[in-house]
């Protein structure tokens, strides 16, 4: 039952006043990491899984069997990472997140290795 319209507890002025700190919590008022920090942690598991499939695509690509199909799987590599940085661009992915992902360091750094080999 509530007191004076407004508050959750009629003997205090503020309708958060006097609640026990965990309960305080859930409603908003303490350190609160709800569903944004789920639906970014989906985001950026569902980035990772891009990551590996770029790599599979690229592992693809190095093996002398699958040359018949290699524009294939150059197009479907190309459209992967058209996903990825639409995505990364869409959820303001940051650097620093990027860096925390394993896959995403590693395949990335390899990615540079390859494009300076190809350089020279």
């Given at each position: 039952?509530?007191?004076?319209?407004?508050?959750?507890?009629?003997?205090h002025?503020?309708?958060?006043?006097?609640?026990?700190s965990?309960?305080?919590?859930?409603?908003?008022?303490?350190?609160?990491?709800?569903?944004?920090?789920?639906?970014?942690?989906?985001?950026?598991?569902?980035?990772?899984?891009?990551?590996?499939?770029?790599?599979?695509?690229?592992?693809?690509?190095?093996?002398?069997?699958?040359?018949?199909?290699?524009p294939?799987?150059?197009?479907?590599?190309k459209?992967?990472?058209?996903?990825?940085?639409?995505?990364?661009?869409?959820?303001?992915?940051?650097?620093?997140?990027?860096?925390?992902?394993?896959?995403?360091?590693?395949?990335?750094?390899?990615?540079?290795?390859?494009?300076?080999?190809e350089?020279?």
């Amino acid at each position: 039952m509530r007191g004076r319209e407004g508050h959750f507890w009629p003997e205090h002025g503020k309708p958060l006043d006097g609640c026990p700190s965990w309960k305080r919590e859930r409603m908003g008022q303490g350190s609160h990491r709800g569903a944004k920090t789920f639906r970014r942690r989906r985001a950026l598991e569902f980035l990772e899984r891009l990551y590996v499939k770029r790599a599979t695509l690229k592992q693809q690509l190095q093996t002398p069997e699958l040359q018949s199909i290699h524009p294939v799987l150059t197009g479907e590599l190309k459209a992967i990472e058209m996903v990825m940085n639409e995505f990364i661009q869409l959820f303001d992915i940051h650097e620093e997140e990027l860096k925390m992902m394993p896959m995403s360091s590693n395949t990335d750094e390899a990615q540079g290795k390859e494009d300076q080999n190809e350089e020279k």
